[in-house]
Structure formats: structure tokens, C-alpha cells
């Protein structure tokens, strides 16, 4: 009998009732704290604990508990429980509870590329990246998070492309070099700026997300947007991670933003997997290495955070040329050394993340 046949909504709530909520005394089910439980196809259980604004802090227990107690279930693989507040005195104003972190349907592993600062090539990065996972033999998308600055659509050269509607009012991803690609520059006219406000912006990464024809991939990748905003918290919240690459240049003004990003993937649960030194260098006609934004910074972060470093990336004219023309010099000079450097780092990654244990997060705004 496969195990996950036990697997209800009646079975999950009932052991839950059995926790009582610190509050009421009530089960946390009979409570009403219980939202979002997602019973997924991999026997995972997703759910959210949403508890009074004003004494989150006595729930941290009943989250600890109420996660033993579905693991401890028949057939369950796993359980990710994401702990909420919201202000019980002013019901009118209550803040909805995020959605429980239940993944994109039909992907595998999903990989945020982030910079926590713009400027230092993330895009770029992420790019090649994506299309380095595809050599590598994996069926592989690339999302555009950055709603605000959209950059793949320049990067795979799709600027006129446009999603074509699919099964059940859905659009399909555009597809270029091998990715499944998706970017709200495929959907607004790229000369006007994005005046979103964040529940804007949001909005449109949550419809990027449930409403394009991803599956069956075994990898997206995650272009973040720089800084630690909206896009990031609506992602950590929606998304169990495989884990972020970071990518700094070695420049100790470009580290301190990295500093503060390692902090909050490492509040919010999501794996770091390693950090990516991007315009580590360049070599002069001479033959000559110089250093312009400084020597091994981001190396020496990742080593004092305890995670990582996943290699070195020099500044190269190919690389910008490439990038200019919307041919990725991974897709089309797969044999260039940059690429074998992508696909190098590509294969650490790989690694890190089937390594990467990622605990449920806990998520409290206060």
C-alpha cells in the first residue's frame, strides 16, 4: 500500500488539534491558526502557523511541536511550517496570511541568483548560469524577478517575444537557448518605467510563478532583483528554495551589501549555497593580472560566513559582447574558457544543492 494514501487533510488536522495553542487551549486546528496546508505530490506538508502579532513569541514551541508531529506521520517526506503574525486588536487591518511555501508545480529545484546590490553582473550571471545547467543535461528555466529593471529579455536577445496563452488560462514561457524564460519585459512596453508599489510587484511574481506552463523542469533559476526588498520576502515565503548563489565583486562597498544578504536568507531559512566573485580581474595585454576592484574579497567573505566560494570570474570583452548581442556565450561558445568557467561553478552548485539540507523557515513580521 503506498503510504501516502493515509495522507488527508482529516489525518494532518486531527494530529495537529492535539498541540495546544498557547492562547486558547484549543488545538491549533480548532484554533483557527492553521492556514494553507498543502499535501504535495512528494508527501511533503506545507502550512502556515498564524499567530496573534502580540505573542508570536509564546508559538515558536507549538511550530517546533506541530513539525514533529507531521513528520512523524506515515508517508510524509518532509514538512515545511512557516510561522506568521498578524495584529489580533484590529481584525479590519489584519494582514493576510503569505502562502504556505508549496513550490512551483512540475519543477524540481529552484535556485535564487542574488546580489543584495546592483551593478556587480548578477544577470549576467544568472544567464549563463541557466544555460549552463541545460549543457549539463538539465531541463532548465529562467524567471526574471526583477520587475522593476528587467534584464533577460536584452541578455537571451527575446526583446520582441511575447508568451503565448496556454492550457488552463496560463502563458507559456518563451523559450531561447536551450531555458524556458519568463520576465515582465515580455509583457509591458520596455520604454516605460515600472511605477509599481510592492503589492504591484509582488503580484505580478506570484502570477510568473502559478501562471506560466513551467513543469516538467528540473531547475529554475531565480534572477533576484538587487537589496533585500518585497520581491525577496514574497519569494522566501512562497518558494522552498533549493538554495541562492551570491554574487559580489570583490570591492568591500559591494561585500557589505552581500553581509547583509547572507543575513537574511540566513533569518529566513534558505540555504546559501556559495558566492561567485564576479570582475575578479582582468589580464592586460601584456600578460599582466590587475586587480580593480581589489583582490579576493568575496572569497575571504564567503569564508568567514562559512559558506562556499564557488570560483572567480575575470572581466572579459567576449562575455560583454556576447551579453550585448543577446547570445549567451555559454549557449553559443560553450568551449570559450569563460564558459568552461560557468559550467565549472554550474557543477558546484549542482553539488551544494543536492547537500543543501534546508530546515522549515520561521518568517515573523513584526
Known amino acids: 500500500m503506498n503510504n501516502r494514501l493515509a495522507l488527508t487533510r ?177 509583457l509591458v512596453d520596455a520604454d516605460k518605467a515600472m511605477m509599481w508599489r510592492g503589492p504591484m510587484a509582488t503580484s505580478a511574481i506570484r502570477q510568473m510563478l502559478d501562471d506560466v506552463t513551467w513543469a516538467p523542469l528540473d531547475v529554475l533559476v531565480l534572477d533576484l532583483p538587487p537589496g533585500t526588498g518585497d520581491a525577496h520576502l514574497t519569494l522566501l515565503q512562497r518558494l522552498p528554495l533549493s538554495g541562492v548563489v551570491m554574487v559580489s565583486t570583490p570591492q568591500e562597498m559591494a561585500l557589505a551589501d552581500v553581509r547583509r544578504g547572507f543575513a537574511l536568507f540566513e533569518k529566513t531559512a534558505a540555504p546559501v549555497l556559495g558566492v561567485i566573485e564576479n570582475m575578479a580581474w582582468f589580464d592586460a595585454p601584456d600578460g599582466t593580472r590587475l586587480y580593480p576592484f581589489g583582490e579576493g574579497g568575496a572569497r575571504r567573505t564567503a569564508e568567514e560566513a562559512g559558506v562556499p566560494f564557488l570560483g572567480a570570474l575575470p572581466l572579459d570583452q567576449r562575455l560583454r559582447e556576447a551579453s550585448d548581442a543577446g547570445a549567451p556565450l555559454v549557449a553559443t561558445e560553450p568551449d570559450h574558457p569563460m564558459s568552461r568557467r560557468f559550467l565549472d561553478i554550474t557543477a558546484r552548485v549542482q553539488g551544494a544543492a543536492l547537500n543543501a539540507a534546508k530546515p522549515a523557515p520561521v518568517i515573523r513580521f513584526e
Not at 511550517?81 to 481584525?91: E, F, G, K
Not at 512551483?104 to 544555460?131: P, W
Request: charged share 20%.
Open 10 to 186: 482529516e489525518t494532518i488536522l486531527t494530529r495537529l488539534d492535539a498541540i495546544a495553542d498557547p492562547l486558547t487551549g484549543l488545538g491549533l486546528a480548532a484554533a483557527g491558526r492553521i492556514q494553507g496546508l498543502t499535501i504535495r505530490d512528494d508527501g511533503r506538508i506545507v502550512f502556515t502557523i498564524e499567530a496573534p502579532g502580540d505573542a508570536i513569541d509564546r508559538y515558536g514551541e507549538a511550530r517546533n511541536a506541530a513539525e514533529q508531529a507531521i513528520r512523524a506521520l506515515k508517508g510524509v517526506t518532509g514538512a515545511t511550517i512557516v510561522l506568521t503574525a498578524h495584529n489580533a486588536a484590529s481584525p479590519e487591518k489584519r494582514t493576510p496570511a503569505p502562502r504556505a511555501a508549496e513550490g512551483v508545480a512540475g519543477v524540481r529545484d529552484l535556485i535564487a541568483v542574488a546580489s543584495a546590490k546592483g551593478g556587480v553582473g548578477k544577470s549576467t550571471i544568472a544567464v549563463n548560469l541557466a544555460c549552463a545547467f541545460a549543457r549539463l543535461g538539465a531541463k532548465t528555466g529562467l524567471l526574471d524577478v526583477d520587475v522593476y529593471g528587467p534584464s533577460a529579455p536584452t541578455l537571451l536577445g527575446t526583446q520582441s517575444a511575447r508568451p503565448a496563452p496556454a492550457r488552463d488560462r496560463k502563458l507559456a514561457p518563451v523559450e531561447a537557448w536551450g531555458l524556458k524564460t519568463m520576465s515582465i519585459g515580455y
